[in-house]
């Protein structure tokens, strides 16, 4: 009785961590006329006191010294903190420079590079099913590089940074608001050099055009560590399988913001490029529930002999 509404909670923290970051798009373009790199650093500096705020309200400081003596975890935190600016600089060049769909495209292709990375880094062996997904979507970057009339860079660089990222936060195991405290302290410094020499140029926007807009710049640290404290809640609720159901929300989401609020261009051939990277997503979807299924008869098989045997 405890584990289903367990179970719900987890899914509802899921969908709502995904929704956000879904909605990312809407966002960026109300900071303009700051510019990408001013965006990024108020984005560190932000979710950093976010993330303290929170760590003093539920007073959990006791892992930091524990953290100071693990130096390999620290150089780990320090590569994704390296790993993620990237991913935050493109992400909002990219939306607010009027390619929200690319966007879209790199978190749908993120599963199939994660994929990669497991055969390329881990020596994993991947299932027929997985390579035909694979094979799809090589397959759409192909379709959707004739369409751009050049290489779909941004997506690309976004499924890519997002995979090492979570491959680099996989080896280190720290939880959520923990990394996230290290990973922007150690951005902090050059975050806050940029904001400074911005400042004494004169070229700074923050407190320059009026509240709202300085409100707006401190929100994008909030909504930087509410999704990810969502995640981790939803994370330690619910099956992988579900997590890999509910990942698409986002995507999903971004791609609608693209196409119907941002009103990007959709010519038909960069709809035969989405629709080849949907097949592969949908095969490998397919395959990753079939196997989690054929996985959870066979423990059960398992535990019912050993139960009869015993």
């Known amino acids: 009785m405890g584990y289903m509404p367990d179970l719900r909670r987890g899914v509802l923290f899921g969908i709502a961590a995904y929704t956000m970051w879904g909605l990312f798009p809407l966002y960026w373009p109300l900071l303009k006329p700051s510019g990408a790199v001013e965006i990024l650093a108020h984005r560190i500096t932000w979710s950093l006191i976010t993330v ?24 780990l935190l320090a590569l994704a903190a390296a790993i993620v600016t ?21 978190y749908f292709i ?20 997985q390579w035909t997904a694979v094979g799809f979507g090589a397959l759409a970057v192909v379709v959707l ?9 941004i997506a690309l660089t976004l499924a890519v940074s997002f995979g090492v990222y979570g491959l680099v936060k996989k080896h280190a195991n720290v939880g959520a608001a923990e990394s996230l405290t290290v990973e922007t ?8 050099g940029y904001l400074i020499y911005l400042e004494s140029a004169g070229q700074a926007t ?14 994008a640290g909030v909504i ?45 051939s960069r709809w035969v490029g989405f629709s ?12 990753s529930i079939r196997t989690a299924r054929a996985t959870a008869r066979t423990r059960r098989s398992a535990r019912t002999l050993d139960h009869v045997v015993t």
């Open 145 to 153: 590089t004739v369409d751009y009339g050049r290489l779909p860079w």
């Open 52 to 75: 303290i705020a929170v760590l003093a309200v539920l007073r959990h400081w006791s892992w930091f010294r524990t953290m100071i003596r693990q130096p390999k975890k620290l150089g």
């Open 206 to 219: 923050f407190g320059h055009l009026g509240a709202g807009h300085a409100l707006l710049l401190v929100g």
């Open 185 to 192: 302290l150690v951005l902090l410094a050059p975050a806050l």
């Open 276 to 287: 080849i990277v949907w097949l592969a997503l949908a095969i490998f979807t397919y395959d």
């Open 224 to 268: 930087t560590a509410v999704p990810l404290l969502c995640f981790t809640a939803s994370a330690i609720r619910v099956p992988l399988s579900t997590l890999g159901l509910l990942q698409y929300i986002a995507p999903v989401l971004q791609f609608l913001c693209g196409v119907l609020v941002v009103k990007e261009t959709m010519p038909a």
């Open 86 to 106: 990237a991913n935050w600089g493109v992400y909002i060049y990219a939306v607010n420079s009027g390619h929200v769909v690319e966007t879209a495209l790199g």
């Open 110 to 129: 993120n599963p199939l590079v994660s994929v990669l990375f497991g055969v390329v880094l881990l020596r994993e062996r991947l299932r027929p099913l």
